[in-house]
């Protein structure tokens, strides 16, 4: 299992990575989506993988799982959705205004006017 | 318990909420409201700095749980500074935004102020490390709305490079805290700082990869030289007031980078050595250098102020790379100062802008109130580029001094010295082509000269260049304090235990001792 999760968390990042250095904002959110998922499952595994193991104390139980990486997970999942919807409704409004997706910067437009107006 | 500490967290956070609900459509209110805040918030962080100035270490326990499982709030004296000094800049920044109209061209503006206010206290005074990512993520979140304030496309562009920028950043964060928690099975920074020391050297594969990822993250936060991209665009594009107060984030990474380093991955322990001198140096060189060529390259006013920022975050961060308590408090000697002046730049951005019809350096018929904006702009070029008599040339003797018995001595006094040349000629150019060409142009036919810019935006800059003053003229009392600051973070043993031996709900039971 421990190769199954690694190679799970491998895998969603390059291909994130990947992604992101798109210069369309489609693909540069994909990329991010991934990595969080990566970053989602990395950090649940922080906490060692345990199966079938209760997090909370109980009665005739010896092994147990850590339940803080669960907590941090939670806390990194609503940030990260938050964040998503935030950076595509910014992007829907760029493209909206500019007419065009691209990410990088436009050539700079002082070029020309940067020049004595005389 | 001294409830007091978490104060500068709490108010705004009840602030922006009561803007949102019950001021929404009444700019009066909501200026008199962010106001009374912000000084009230002020007042609170002198209040803790006044605590914090003797030395203790007061302790916040959120809902009485102990250290280790619960999360603390701690105001030491590095702490209270950086509150003190968010809260002094939020309020000049204020007064700007209220007085050249910022706040009227967009909605909710005082809320996201009072959000951003929120989260960067809390990164200031928070001892727990995911609690330091759940805060940048506060802080960043209203970031996100106050960069895109008033709109625009171009605005919106570069509002989403910088989106985009931090959340990489936040995700390698949560990658640092991950492999942090791996290898020590904790994040409260004065519980991993012990647990650290017990680590092997055979076994610190975790702790160095938790270590340069944590590094890395602040480095983006600090604007370190490779990981500077996002913000040059970002903090042009943003509306005067906000990058203004953007002056404050960028010393966020700074002040991590000296909370961590020093308290839990200290320059004398085995695991991570190298990491600060081999590293963070060459790095921090490379961004002072960058940011000053930047100052001498770019065409636009706004963008050369953005190239300064990151030149100014270079000098800060090669005095922090030394790693010795004299470099540490030249550093935060520099910073006090970096901040204000780039505030006052970017305001003065603002003030120049509000006659011109961009702010391309080439020569425009003058701007009314031409003369007292050129006056500001001369003071402010004078501390960022480190001319006596302001308080970057003492910022600078500081570093070159704590420099100076280094092994990397000549390095740093070159670059130092020959990027503040560079500097000089940068700004000189600007102020000469902003200010005198423009007397040689011509009004054009028929043109209504603009307004002349408020009052009240005149009051926060020449409060920001009168702040520098003061931190000029104060500079044996206020290096002294920043000397005891950098005594106290060398000496993490008291922090260390005042957070872990303050009993709490969960405490193990000492013995003789009852506790609840």
Same mark, same amino acid.
């Given at each position: &299992?421990?190769?199954?999760?690694?190679?799970?968390?491998?895998?969603?990042?390059?291909?994130?990575?990947y &992604?992101?250095?798109?210069?369309?904002?489609?693909?540069?959110?994909?990329?991010?989506?991934?990595?969080?998922?990566?970053?989602?499952?990395?950090?649940?595994?922080?906490?060692?993988?345990?199966?079938?193991a209760?997090?909370?104390? &109980?009665?005739?139980?010896?092994?147990?799982?850590?339940?803080?990486?669960q907590?941090?997970?939670?806390?990194?999942?609503?940030?990260s959705?938050? &964040?998503?919807?935030?950076?595509?409704?910014?992007?829907?409004?760029?493209?909206?205004?500019?007419?065009?997706d691209?990410?990088?910067?436009?050539?700079?437009?002082?070029?020309?006017?940067?020049?004595?107006?005389r | 318990?001294?409830?007091?500490?978490?104060?500068?967290?709490?108010?705004?956070?009840?602030?922006?909420?009561f803007?949102?609900l019950?001021?929404?459509?009444?700019?009066?209110?909501?200026?008199?409201?962010?106001i009374?805040?912000?000084?009230a918030?002020?007042?609170?962080?002198?209040?803790?700095?006044w605590?914090?100035?003797?030395?203790?270490?007061?302790?916040?326990?959120?809902?009485?749980?102990?250290?280790?499982?619960?999360?603390?709030?701690?105001?030491?004296?590095? #702490?209270?500074?950086?509150?003190?000094?968010?809260?002094?800049?939020?309020?000049?920044?204020?007064?700007?935004?209220?007085?050249?109209g910022?706040?009227?061209r967009?909605?909710?503006?005082?809320?996201?102020?009072?959000?951003?206010?929120?989260?960067?206290?809390?990164?200031? +005074?928070?001892?727990?490390?995911?609690?330091?990512?759940?805060?940048?993520?506060?802080?960043?979140?209203?970031?996100?709305?106050?960069?895109?304030?008033?709109g625009?496309?171009?605005r919106?562009?570069?509002g989403?490079?910088?989106?985009?920028?931090?959340?990489?950043?936040?995700?390698?964060?949560?990658?640092?805290?991950g492999?942090?928690?791996?290898?020590?099975?904790?994040?409260?920074?004065?519980?991993? *700082?012990?647990?650290?020391?017990?680590?092997?050297?055979?076994? #610190?594969?975790?702790?160095?990869?938790?270590?340069?990822?944590?590094?890395?993250?602040?480095?983006?936060?600090?604007?370190?030289?490779?990981?500077?991209?996002?913000l040059?665009?970002?903090?042009?594009?943003?509306?005067?007031?906000?990058? *203004?107060?953007?002056?404050?984030?960028?010393?966020?990474?700074?002040?991590?980078?000296?909370?961590?380093?020093?308290?839990?991955?200290p320059?004398?322990?085995?695991?991570?050595?190298?990491?600060?001198?081999?590293?963070?140096?060459?790095?921090?060189?490379?961004?002072?250098?960058?940011?000053?060529?930047?100052?001498?390259?770019?065409?636009?006013l706004?963008?050369?102020v953005a190239y300064?920022?990151?030149?100014?975050m270079g000098?800060?961060?090669?005095?922090? #790379?030394?790693f010795?308590?004299?470099?540490?408090?030249?550093?935060?000697?520099?910073?006090?100062?970096?901040?204000?002046?780039?505030?006052?730049?970017?305001?003065?951005?603002?003030?120049?802008?509000?006659?011109?019809?961009?702010?391309?350096?080439?020569p425009?018929?003058?701007?009314?109130?031409?003369p007292?904006?050129?006056?500001?702009?001369?003071?402010?070029?004078? *501390?960022?580029?480190?001319?006596?008599p302001l308080?970057?040339?003492?910022?600078?003797?500081?570093?070159?001094?704590?420099?100076?018995?280094t092994?990397?001595?000549v390095?740093?006094?070159?670059?130092?010295?020959?990027?503040?040349?560079?500097?000089?000629?940068?700004?000189?150019?600007?102020?000469?082509m902003?200010?005198?060409?423009?007397?040689?142009?011509?009004?054009?036919?028929?043109?209504?000269?603009?307004a002349?810019?408020?009052?009240?935006?005149?009051?926060?800059?020449?409060?920001?260049?009168?702040?520098?003053?003061?931190?000029?003229?104060? *500079?044996?009392?206020?290096?002294?304090?920043?000397?005891?600051?950098?005594?106290?973070?060398?000496? #993490?043993?008291p922090?260390?235990?005042?957070v +872990?031996?303050?009993?709490?709900?969960?405490?193990?039971?000492?013995?003789?001792?009852?506790t609840h």
């Open positions: &299992m421990e190769f199954l999760v690694a190679s799970a968390i491998g895998v969603l990042t390059a291909a994130g990575v &992604m992101v250095l798109r210069l369309r904002t489609f693909p540069v959110i994909m990329g991010m989506s991934l990595l969080t998922y990566a970053v989602n499952v990395f950090l649940f595994a922080s906490g060692r993988l345990t199966i079938g209760p997090p909370i104390l &109980m009665k005739g139980v010896e092994s147990y799982t850590d339940p803080l990486p907590a941090l997970v939670l806390t990194a999942i609503v940030i959705f938050g &964040m998503t919807a935030v950076v595509v409704m910014i992007a829907l409004g760029a493209y909206l205004g500019a007419d065009d691209y990410v990088n910067d436009p050539p700079e437009v002082g070029a020309e006017t940067g020049e004595d107006p | 318990m001294n409830h007091w500490i978490v104060l500068p967290v709490v108010l705004p956070a009840i602030l922006a909420p803007i949102v019950a001021a929404r459509y009444h700019i009066g209110i909501q200026r008199a409201v962010s009374a805040g912000i000084s918030l002020i007042a609170i962080a002198a209040g803790l700095a605590q914090a100035s003797d030395g203790t270490i007061t302790l916040y326990r959120l809902s009485d749980w102990a250290a280790p499982f619960g999360i603390v709030v701690v105001a030491d004296r590095l #702490s209270t500074l950086m509150v003190l000094l968010t809260a002094v800049l939020a309020l000049l920044v204020m007064l700007h935004a209220i007085g050249s910022w706040d009227t967009g909605r909710h503006f005082h809320a996201l102020y009072q959000f951003q206010l929120m989260g960067l206290m809390g990164a200031f +005074l928070t001892g727990d490390l995911f609690n330091l990512f759940v805060f940048f993520e506060v802080l960043l979140i209203a970031s996100y709305g106050l960069m895109i304030h008033s625009g496309h171009v919106l562009r570069a989403v490079q910088y989106v985009l920028y931090n959340l990489l950043a936040s995700t390698l964060f949560l990658f640092a805290l492999s942090l928690y791996a290898a020590t099975g904790s994040l409260n920074m004065a519980d991993v *700082a012990e647990r650290v020391t017990l680590i092997g050297a055979d076994a #610190s594969a975790g702790i160095r990869i938790a270590a340069v990822l944590l590094l890395l993250v602040f480095a983006i936060k600090a604007a370190i030289v490779p990981l500077h991209f996002w040059p665009s970002s903090y042009a594009e943003a509306p005067a007031p906000v990058a *203004a107060l953007f002056a404050i984030m960028t010393k966020v990474g700074a002040y991590a980078i000296i909370r961590v380093y020093t308290i839990v991955f320059p004398d322990l085995a695991v991570t050595s190298g990491l600060q001198g081999d590293w963070l140096l060459p790095a921090a060189l490379a961004t002072l250098a960058i940011g000053m060529f930047g100052v001498l390259a770019v065409r636009k706004d963008r050369l300064a920022v990151i030149g100014s000098m800060v961060m090669v005095a922090i #790379s030394l010795t308590p004299e470099s540490i408090a030249a550093s935060l000697y520099y910073i006090v100062h970096s901040t204000l002046t780039a505030a006052a730049l970017f305001l003065l951005c603002d003030l120049v802008r509000a006659g011109r019809a961009d702010l391309v350096l080439a425009r018929p003058p701007v009314a109130g031409a007292l904006t050129a006056a500001l702009f001369f003071a402010a070029a004078i *501390a960022m580029v480190g001319l006596p308080s970057g040339f003492l910022g600078k003797l500081l570093i070159l001094d704590a420099a100076s018995d092994p990397r001595m390095w740093v006094w070159a670059v130092v010295l020959s990027m503040s040349l560079v500097a000089l000629v940068g700004f000189s150019r600007a102020g000469s902003l200010f005198w060409k423009a007397r040689s142009v011509e009004q054009p036919e028929g043109a209504e000269p603009a002349r810019p408020s009052a009240l935006a005149y009051v926060a800059v020449g409060g920001l260049i009168a702040l520098l003053g003061a931190h000029t003229v104060l *500079a044996g009392p206020i290096h002294d304090y920043m000397t005891r600051t950098a005594g106290q973070l060398f000496s #993490s043993e922090y260390i235990r005042k +872990l031996d303050t009993p709490g709900k969960m405490s193990a039971p000492s013995p003789g001792k009852e």
